[in-house]
């Protein structure tokens, strides 16, 4: 497991991180982001809104967001079609498990 960092919140897609213990959970968290299909970079997008999910996250007092979700939704509408970027997970506080 190699998981996503930056200013010391973990992006976890599991809910138990081996190694380590769940000492708070501080609730739902998630970012959007409606991006235009004519827009080249999707990945970039992506680590637009994940960033936005690690800030939130540290200013929720929390160091890890578990559980974490990535979908995407498809909009057509009058303006033309959009893709809906959504990214969720729980908030948590953990810590690295002492070895004995």
Do not use: C, F
Request: aromatic content about 4%; cysteine-free; hydrophobic content about 45%.
């Amino acid at each position: 497991m190699s998981p996503a960092m930056s200013e010391d919140v973990l992006l976890l897609s599991i809910e138990q991180p081996v190694g380590y213990q769940v000492k708070e959970l501080k609730g739902l968290i998630y970012a959007s982001r409606p991006i235009s299909l004519t827009v080249a970079g999707l990945e970039a997008e992506l680590d637009v809104i994940l960033e936005k999910l690690r800030h939130d996250a540290k200013k929720m007092g929390a160091n890890a967001v578990l559980g974490l979700r990535i979908e995407t939704r498809r909009v057509v509408g009058v303006g033309g079609e959009w893709v809906l970027l959504l990214a969720y997970g729980t908030a948590a506080v953990i810590e690295k498990e002492k070895q004995a």
